[in-house]
């Protein structure tokens, strides 16, 4: 087949659109926002990033878009799993939600908007089934087994640096990798100011190893803070997208009668629905942001935002209906864990954990990586049906017809 891209005979064409790219940021963007010729790689690229079309975090969405965990998002746990409420949010609408409040922000703040996205659509990839009910029991579990921990900000950067491409990852930027780890949306601060000090791989792979090691103990994750001004924005964008909508789903799913019991404080600074919410928190951040090299909430703002928090943590997150839900979810996790770590140490090739996951892996990961970590590895990236499935397969009998055959 005739190559496409790139030709010698259109040379000039490219030069003149990658010159347009440059000369666009440079014109538009603020002297704090991430250039696209700022961009750091781990490894060379076939085409180099200032010899390619697309501008370096532009190629970095693509990459994350048409990876396989990114397909995974649509059959992931938000806040509420197992539901038959086709309505309630999954994890794939969350992302998206993330990314287009961050698109906002950073064209208002004059950041830049492909960095920010690919830092969205990337940020949760590495969320376990069933949210943080499935985050948090692979945290206990491979402390328990002396394996490190998980955290589900770090497990994104492992998917994209390690366990997509068969064990070769995307080669994906530093600073989106920087503003995924950096992420955590539910730890607010009124104001939050990046260190560009900090934008490094060593510093990077440091933090991330952290979050690996004893999350439940020392929470990494609350120190760790983004190092550009875009992954700034993707944070604060994170607990935007979901405070009101989470609000909306519990009504949804007869957990809250309304949203008009919320405390009048909340109502009377942000409003009583998710359109209001966004609206409110987003222009709050202009209005206090603009032309600084940090985001800002004003006092009034952030302290109403905290206070839906608190509510939505109460009557939601550790309500007891929820809480029951994700008991259930964790016993599954650990039956599962057990059957594939044993099927690991025997060897069992008939193991889906072979089957589906471990055959596809270059031999470097299957030589540097402990029988509990790719255990952890496996389950994490699971959808929840398919973790559900699997149980099924392996600890119920399975339905048979008419008549059995031998």
Not at 392 to 402: E, R
């Amino acid at each position: 087949m005739e190559r496409i891209f790139p030709r010698k005979e259109y040379e000039g064409i490219y030069k003149k659109i990658i010159k347009q790219n440059l000369r666009r940021e440079k014109k538009n963007l603020s002297r704090w926002a991430s250039l696209s010729s700022s961009a750091q790689r781990r490894r060379d690229e076939e085409i180099p990033d200032k010899e390619n079309l697309r501008p370096a975090f532009f190629h970095d969405t693509d990459r994350i878009i048409f990876c396989s965990a990114y397909a995974r998002y649509r059959d992931k746990t938000q806040v509420f799993g197992q539901t038959k409420n086709d309505h309630i949010t999954r994890r794939v609408l969350h992302v998206q939600m993330v990314s287009k409040i961050s698109r906002t922000l950073a064209r208002f703040l004059k950041a830049n908007e492909d960095l920010t996205e690919a830092i969205a659509l990337g940020h949760d990839l590495g969320h376990a089934p069933f949210g943080h009910a499935g985050e948090d029991v692979l945290s206990e579990i491979l402390e328990e087994y002396g394996a490190g921990s998980f955290a589900h900000n770090a497990q994104s950067v492992r998917i994209l640096e390690i366990l997509e491409n068969g064990g070769k990852g995307l080669n994906l930027s530093l600073q989106t990798l920087d503003g995924i780890l950096g992420h955590n949306g539910e730890i607010t601060v009124r104001e939050l100011k990046y260190d560009p000090n900090n934008l490094n791989w060593e510093t990077l792979d440091k933090n991330t190893a952290r979050c690996f090691k004893d999350r439940r103990k020392n929470r990494p994750e609350k120190s760790i803070l983004p190092s550009t001004l875009e992954g700034c924005i993707v944070r604060v964008s994170d607990i935007i997208s979901y405070l009101g909508r989470d609000l909306e789903d519990a009504v949804s799913m007869g957990l809250i009668k309304s949203t008009e019991e919320l405390p009048s404080k909340v109502i009377r600074t942000l409003g009583a629905n998710n359109k209001d919410i966004i609206d409110n928190l987003v222009m709050d951040i202009l209005h206090n942001s603009y032309n600084k090299d940090k985001l800002v909430f004003s006092e009034t703002v952030y302290d109403a935002m905290t206070e839906l928090l608190r509510h939505n943590y109460e009557k939601i997150y550790k309500s007891d209906s929820v809480s029951q839900q994700e008991e259930k979810f964790k016993r599954i996790v650990r039956e599962l864990f057990k059957i594939y770590l044993d099927d690991l140490n025997k060897e069992n090739i008939t193991s889906s954990i072979y089957q589906d996951f471990l055959l596809q892996m270059d031999q470097h990961y299957k030589d540097n990586t402990s029988p509990a970590r790719i255990v952890s590895d496996y389950l994490s990236g699971m959808t929840d049906d398919f973790l559900i499935d699997q149980y099924s397969n392996i600890f119920l009998p399975a339905k048979i017809g008419y008549f059995l055959k031998g």
